[in-house]
């Protein structure tokens, strides 16, 4: 552990850590010093970042709220306390309204929306009497904007960002701070997730000479570094911010 990082000796944990901004998260706060658990439904996954990165892991599922209470009393438990906690984990479903089943919906907002709120909900429970803490959710521009072809996603982000400025007003007062990114088309295996067919590379420059001012996709590692400054006191005076981080998809 760094004793000199942004994070140094911060207790924190990051859902979604298996994977792509998840896994960059993981890597970017134990580089700043950070303790880090991560917390993925994906065991395999897991055990490869927890591997290489050096930190640990519970394994289960964030739709889950009793999963959610044991999983941060687990990490107080341990380490006394919870400094940092990004909520990343999230799942999409590429359809319009009628090919969007009851289980897809569920799902999506299981994941996207019930997964950060109880997640969060566990850790403001111990931030509140410590009078200090942070939480970064993963929004989207398509939170922000809407977008054809995901109306579920559309919405479960929509919700996360409400939830970020309505948690961060509520514990303004509590010294804990709550902040959003709001990415754009990030190259991680979501890209993929809920297609018919992968996108070839060809697809993808297409998709970015097309939609993104910048005219290429984000690395994961684009938006960790983002989300360590907001998870760290270099954003002291930031709170129930999104903040996007998506070459200018959103300036139009
Ligand atoms: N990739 C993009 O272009 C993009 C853009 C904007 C926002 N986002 C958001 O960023 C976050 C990270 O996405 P990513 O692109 O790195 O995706 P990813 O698919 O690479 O990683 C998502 C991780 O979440 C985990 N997960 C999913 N459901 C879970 C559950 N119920 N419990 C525990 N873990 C669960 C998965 O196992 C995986 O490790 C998501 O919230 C996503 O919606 C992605």
Redesign the pocket.
Known sequence: MSDTGTLAGKVAVV??????????TVRTFVGAGAVVTL????EA??QRVAAETGAAMIV????DAGFCDGAVDAVVATHGCVDVLV??????HRADASGTGGDDWRRVM???VD?VFWMSRAAVRHMVPRGSGSIVN?????GGVGAAGVVA?CAS?GA?HQITRAMALDHADDGIRINAV??????????A?GRDAAPTAADLAQLAESTIPVRR??E?DE?ARVVLFLASDDASYMTGAIVPVDGGYTAR
């Open positions: 859902t979604g850590g298996a994977s792509g901004m998840g896994a960059a917390v993925d439904w994906d996954g897991s289960g599922d964030v739709g909520n990343c984990a999230g799942v999409i299981s994941v996207n997964g993963f929004g989207s521009i398509w996603y982000k996360v709001a990415p754009g088309e990030v190259d991680t295996p979501m890209l997730s996709l984000a994961p938006i």
